[in-house]
């Protein structure tokens, strides 16, 4: 089986490895509620091409929800697809990350070409784990992301690790 619903890759991605590279909430306080925002190039349900990894080139990004916060900006959620997470041990290979928070910026650098649109898939899941750990959001391109992505996969696999 080579599909795998990565939820809890997800969450290490957003508690543990989307700080060190990307702007951060300030977790002293409450957080702050963001405010959905309409966006003169970036909407639900828009499927982007990007830059990607080498070997993903038919991987796909699609816009989620485009929000703001004072202390981030603008934040892109983004679904990516088509993607390959190797496994280690030979065991399932994850193939999308189901959320994704992005600085704009960084969804600019990323993407090249709009493909389609289409229904925006349920990533509520992933959007609440987000929410409730006052996540931050990628300021690195997505390509980058997904080996971070990949790294915490591995690492939590324990590949590469003395044992």
């Known amino acids: 089986m ?3 619903n ?3 890759v997800s969450v ?9 590279m990307a702007a951060t909430q300030d977790k002293s306080r409450p957080c702050p509620a963001p405010t959905e925002i309409k966006e003169s190039k970036f909407r639900p349900g828009q499927v982007w091409q990007y830059k990607t990894r080498p070997g993903e080139e038919d991987s796909t990004i699609t816009i ?5 916060l004072p202390k981030l900006g603008t934040i892109v959620h983004v679904r990516v697809e ?7 041990t030979g065991g399932p290979e994850p193939d999308k990350f189901e959320h ?21 898939p349920d990533f509520s899941d992933g959007y609440e ?8 959001v990628y300021t690195i391109s997505v390509a980058e992301a997904i080996g971070v992505g990949e790294e915490t996969f591995s690492k939590g696999l ?4 003395e044992r």
Do not use: H, Y
Request: hydrophobic share 40%.
């Open 64 to 68: 989620l929800k485009v929000e703001t």
């Open 6 to 8: 990565i939820s809890v």
């Open 2 to 4: 080579r599909l795998l």
């Open 158 to 161: 324990g590949c590469g690790q």
């Open 12 to 20: 290490f991605l957003t508690l543990l490895f989307v700080e060190p």
């Open 82 to 88: 088509k993607i390959r997470l190797r496994n280690c």
């Open 100 to 120: 994704m928070p992005f600085a704009r910026d960084a969804i600019e650098r990323s993407v090249t070409k709009l493909v389609r649109e289409k229904k925006v």
């Open 129 to 136: 784990q987000w929410r409730n750990a006052c996540g931050g």
